[in-house]
């Protein structure tokens, strides 16, 4: 069974523009959770999606935004870039919303801001 | 406000050795813990869970310890391989608003 999926792998962008990323969960799974991760903050938790609903939501932006299809395909959308958006952005799908004992992770997007 | 943090940013063992990774959250109202794998260049990987309504867990080669009176977790693992070198992190969750990650440890196995 394939993994989570996620494009572009590298992405390099300057500031003020924006920036769309991909994740194709797990054939099945309708929950996807996007993530931050930085060296200095580590991991945060930006929001996850159920059955093309937000669930739940982290300590973000308003430029930052998401969502998902009836796929369960899901998109993150950062708009406005500044150079602090530097970052891993990871994807995990699950059955399940809150699942997180089940949840698996994708390879990340590495988004590069100059 | 309240944070996940690990107690050693790095931890270099020996091969054959016991590992053991330390994490303080301060949370009180933590009620459920995840330590993850992380190796380079992958997304986390879940090694093992724990409820508050406990104190020990264990999983092949693998024991989660939570202290409540202390805030402490700590993750045990038995006889280190190789394909242990890894960061290794924390997660807490109080409430409905979404994990709380450590900064996490890089384990270091030397041969």
């Known amino acids: 069974k394939a993994g989570v999926t996620q494009t572009p792998r590298y992405l390099i962008k300057t500031r003020g523009q924006q920036v769309t990323l991909s994740c194709s969960p797990i054939?099945?799974?309708?929950?996807v959770s996007w993530y931050q991760q930085t060296p200095g903050q580590g991991l945060q938790f930006l929001f996850e999606y159920f059955s093309e609903t937000q669930r739940n939501k982290g300590n973000f932006p308003g430029r930052f935004s998401g969502r998902q299809f009836s796929n369960s395909r899901s998109e993150m959308n950062v708009s406005t870039l500044e150079l602090g958006d530097s970052a891993l952005y990871l994807c995990a799908s699950s059955w399940r919303t809150h699942s997180y004992n089940e949840q698996f992770f994708g390879p990340g997007t590495r988004l590069t801001v100059l | 406000g309240e944070s996940v943090g690990l107690h050693l940013p790095t931890l270099s063992v020996q091969e054959g050795d016991n590992s053991i990774i330390n994490c303080a959250y301060s949370n009180s109202a933590s009620d459920y813990f995840i330590w993850y794998k992380q190796e380079s260049g992958k997304g986390p990987q879940f090694i093992i869970d724990i409820r508050s309504n406990m104190d020990k867990r264990q999983g092949q080669r693998v024991t989660v310890l939570l202290n409540k009176t202390v805030k402490h977790l700590s993750l045990q693992i038995a006889a280190t391989q190789p394909g242990d070198s890894a960061v290794y992190f924390c997660?807490?969750?109080?409430?409905?608003?979404?994990?709380?990650f450590g900064k996490g440890t890089h384990l270091i196995i030397q041969p």
């Open positions: 054939s099945g799974h309708r929950s």
């Open positions: 997660a807490e969750l109080a409430g409905a608003d979404g994990l709380t």
